[in-house]
């Protein structure tokens, strides 16, 4: 089964470092320019990843099992 393509952008995520606590990456802030969805290849399938940028630069890359959330950007209504 295909999963279900992301439509909008996304805006921000909320990543877990530790159980001391998580980071937030919010486009337009710090300087992040771009929240993107990307897959890598793992072991027996895809995994999905989740890439920040800050302008040309990945600033960092985060798998699936680490993301608490992700936020996308409200669809513009018609």
Known sequence: MEEHPIQQPIREIDVYLSD???????VGRRGVTRIEACQKSGLHANIPYVRVWKGDVCEAEFCQHNI??????PQAEA
């Open 20 to 26: 001391e606590g998580s980071t937030v990456y919010t």
């Open 68 to 73: 608490v959330g992700v936020y996308f950007e």
